[in-house]
């Protein structure tokens, strides 16, 4: 029985770890996605926009992210939740739910 229990332990310790390892290295993911949501709805979908990597900006113009935003009300962004995330050869990404206002919930998925 001790062996079974000192097992337990074992497995219960890695999984702390992992947890741990994949929380630290997705913080500024998680942080970079919450600012940009919060940036369009303080500054509008333009600036956020501007804030965004090279790679978003070469993927879609700036007139069409702002119809997007827009259309997805994006403008009425609260809160921002990412308890899902990961990081898959090197790259690190998070999954939640964004709150907008009047309870509106999206789930986007951001890397």
Known sequence: MRKILIGVGVVVAIGAVADTTVYYFTKGIAESATNFFATIASDGPEAAYRSASPAFQQAMS???FTALANRAGLTRYMSASWPERKVENGQGSVSGTLTLDNDVA???RCN
Do not use: K, T
């Open 62 to 64: 700036e007139s069409d």
């Open 106 to 108: 999206l789930s986007p």
